[in-house]
């Protein structure tokens, strides 16, 4: 089990920067994939980055502007995000699995533990 906390959000002018972090529980952590997710009312929940061990993937849409990370001594994932743009406001979610292959990183049923989320609004 290992629970997650986001945290981060807020609102932010178009081309700024915020950093999302995701705490989590356990003494196992470092052997848990980290995904980030988004989500807009009335839509389905869309993947946005994550992190394995040795690997990293990126959605299309958020490539060469957002980098995720993982720092496993803290047991915290971050999601580094630049040059925000008015369609990334989203509330975003961290989820966590001991499951994730290259295959499947970027599918939220992959993943069975999720945040609560966090709200992230960029004004243009």
């Known amino acids: 089990q290992v629970q997650l906390v986001e945290s981060g959000g807020g609102l932010v002018q178009a081309g700024g920067s915020l950093r999302l972090s995701c705490a989590a529980s356990g003494r196992t952590f470092s052997s848990y994939s980290i995904g980030w997710f988004r989500q807009t009312p009335g839509k389905e929940r869309e993947f946005v980055a994550a992190?394995?061990?040795?690997?990293?993937k990126y959605a299309d849409s958020v490539k060469g502007r957002f980098t995720i990370s993982r720092d496993n001594a803290k047991n915290t994932a971050y999601l580094q995000m630049n040059s925000l743009k008015p369609e990334d406001t989203a509330e975003y979610y961290c989820?966590?699995?001991?499951?994730?292959?290259?295959?499947?990183?970027?599918?939220?049923?992959?993943?069975?533990?999720w945040g609560q989320g966090t709200q992230v609004t960029v004004s243009s």
């Open positions: 992190i394995t061990w040795t690997n990293t």
């Open positions: 989820a966590a699995s001991s499951l994730i292959t290259h295959q499947n990183m970027g599918v939220p049923g992959a993943y069975n533990f």
